[in-house]
């Protein structure tokens, strides 16, 4: 079964903390992304990567970093973070350019 | 850029069929995507069109026109667990994105 990992479902933090999230897949797919879904606005990316060590500016990448060291694992940085960022943010993956995505549960994160 | 279009709610009756239209405009094209996703839960996918016309499964069919930019969903024989919220999304290259997704609830 296709397994998509995101490490906490929820999570809160202080303004201008560095924060973590960690999403690890384990169908040795080669893109990995990472979304923030806000009520009206659907899902936003963020960040994507197509490679290891490679990694693409989504839309709203401002205030985001990430880094993939490793094919299976695709983590979103806040540097500081702040209460706009206050989201759920989902991560997914998909074997290559023309196949499906398969997401994470998502972590609901509140920055107070 | 991407601009993807789709309504915000739709409405329908249990064993109707109701018809979810996207409209896009995007610098490069890959195909596109239907997913479906029920409310605190993630998106499941549902279809995949890169090339024109309908692609048919099951209880819901996808359409696809690459000249027009657009795209449908259509559900059939509404039943109530296809409440849920319907996120269509293009390709571009390896860059994946979404529109707002439509609402559909089902009424008794």
């Known amino acids: 079964d296709v397994k998509v990992t995101q490490s906490s479902r929820y999570l809160v933090k202080r303004t201008g903390e560095k924060v973590f999230l960690e999403c690890v897949q384990d169908?040795?797919?080669?893109?990995m992304f990472w979304y923030r879904q806000d009520p009206g606005l659907g899902l936003r990316l963020i960040y994507f990567?197509?490679?290891?060590?490679?990694?693409e500016k989504g839309d709203i990448p401002e205030g985001y970093s990430v880094s993939r060291e490793k094919k299976e694992r695709f983590s979103l940085i806040l540097e500081s973070a702040s209460t706009n960022q206050t989201s759920m943010y989902l991560c997914?993956?998909?074997?290559?350019?023309?196949?499906?995505?398969?997401f994470g549960q998502g972590t609901r994160l509140t920055v107070v | 850029g991407q601009n993807i279009d789709q309504p915000t709610e739709m409405t329908a009756t249990e064993g109707a069929i109701v018809q979810i239209n996207c409209t896009y405009q995007?610098?490069?094209?890959?195909?596109l995507f239907w997913y479906q996703q029920h409310a605190g839960e993630a998106p499941t996918f549902l279809s995949y069109?890169?090339?024109?016309g309908l692609e048919e499964k099951g209880r819901f069919s996808s359409f696809l026109s690459r000249s027009k930019g657009y795209s449908y969903l259509l559900l059939k024989e509404l039943q109530m667990k296809d409440s849920a919220s319907y996120l269509c999304?293009?390709?571009?290259?390896?860059?994946?994105?979404f529109g707002a997704g439509t609402t559909v609830t089902v009424r008794a």
């Open positions: 990567s197509y490679d290891v060590k490679m990694k």
């Open positions: 069109n890169v090339l024109d």
């Open positions: 997914a993956s998909s074997l290559g350019p023309n196949t499906e995505a398969f």
């Open positions: 995007t610098s490069g094209f890959n195909g």
């Open positions: 999304a293009v390709k571009d290259d390896y860059k994946l994105s």
């Open positions: 169908m040795d797919h080669e893109n």
